[in-house]
C-alpha cells in the first residue's frame, strides 16, 4: 500500500510539474484542490503532499493561509536562474570533461546526435514536437555534466534547468540555426577534452538563450 502511494504521488508530482513547466498551469494561477482532485485524479493528502514538495522546489507559492499557486515569473528571476546556471553548469563541465571516460564519450555522442536529428526536422518547419525536442535538449545537456562525480551537484542543476525551461515555453524560444551550431560547438569542445573552451561555448549559449528570451517576454507584455 505504501509503495503505491509512493507511485501514485511521484505520478501526480511529475505530471503536476511538467504542467506547470510546459505552461498547461500558468504563472500565477490559483492551485484549487478540487478542481486539481478530478484533472490529476489523486487524493487531497496526495495533491496537497505534491503542492509542498514544489512549493519546497520554487514552483509553487504557498503563502500562509491563503492556499497554492503557480509561481510568478518575471525578467530579475530568469536572470538570477540564467546565472546560477551558468556557475553550476560550467563547473560541472570542466569537471566532466577532466574525468569522462569512453561511456561518457559515447553516451554524449548519442544525446548529441538525437538532439540534431530533431533540431534538422525543427529547422525544416516540423514543430509538432517541441516537448520531445526539449527532452532530447535537456539529455544533451546532462549528458555534457554527467561524469562531473557529484550527485549533488547534479540535482542542484537539475532543479535549475527545470526553472530555466519554463521560461522558454513560456515564450517557445527556438533559436534556430544559431542554437545548433551552439550545441556542435560545445559538443566538439568537450570531445575534444578542451575544458575551457567547452565552458567558454556552453556560458555563451546560455546567455545568448538568456538574451533571446529576455526580448520576447518583453514583447509579449
Known amino acids: 500500500m505504501t509503495n503505491q ?10 505530471r503536476i510539474k511538467r504542467d506547470i513547466i510546459f505552461g498547461v498551469l500558468p504563472p ?39 492556499g497554492f499557486f503557480v509561481t510568478p515569473v518575471s525578467a530579475e528571476d530568469l ?10 553548469e560550467c563547473h560541472a563541465l570542466e569537471l566532466s570533461v577532466a574525468n569522462g571516460d569512453t561511456d561518457w564519450e559515447g553516451n554524449l555522442v548519442a544525446a548529441h546526435h538525437k538532439l540534431h536529428l530533431l533540431e534538422q526536422r525543427m529547422l525544416a518547419g516540423d514543430t509538432s514536437e517541441v516537448e520531445l525536442w526539449k527532452r532530447y535538449d ?3 545537456h546532462l549528458a555534457l555534466i554527467q561524469a562531473c562525480n557529484s550527485r ?23 533559436r534556430g540555426t544559431v542554437a545548433v551550431e551552439e550545441h556542435r560547438a560545445v559538443f566538439d569542445a568537450a570531445l575534444a577534452r578542451d575544458a575551457a573552451l567547452a565552458r567558454k561555448h556552453l556560458e555563451h549559449h546560455i546567455r545568448e538563450g538568456l538574451t533571446y528570451t529576455l526580448e520576447h517576454m518583453h514583447a509579449a507584455e
Do not use: I
Request: glycine share 4%; net charge positive; no cysteine.
Open 138 to 140: 535537456w539529455e544533451f
Open 28 to 66: 500565477g494561477m490559483k492551485l484549487k484542490l478540487e478542481p486539481l482532485k478530478a484533472q490529476y485524479s489523486a487524493s487531497l493528502s496526495t495533491l496537497r503532499e505534491t503542492l509542498n514538495r514544489l512549493a519546497s522546489e520554487g514552483f509553487v507559492d504557498a503563502p500562509e493561509q491563503r
Open 5 to 14: 502511494h509512493q507511485t501514485v504521488g511521484s505520478s501526480t508530482y511529475q
Open 79 to 88: 536572470v538570477e536562474v540564467s546565472n546560477l546556471r551558468v556557475l553550476l
Open 152 to 174: 549533488n551537484l547534479l540535482e542542484l542543476h537539475a532543479r535549475l534547468y527545470d526553472k530555466y525551461l519554463r521560461y522558454q515555453m513560456l515564450v517557445m524560444t527556438n
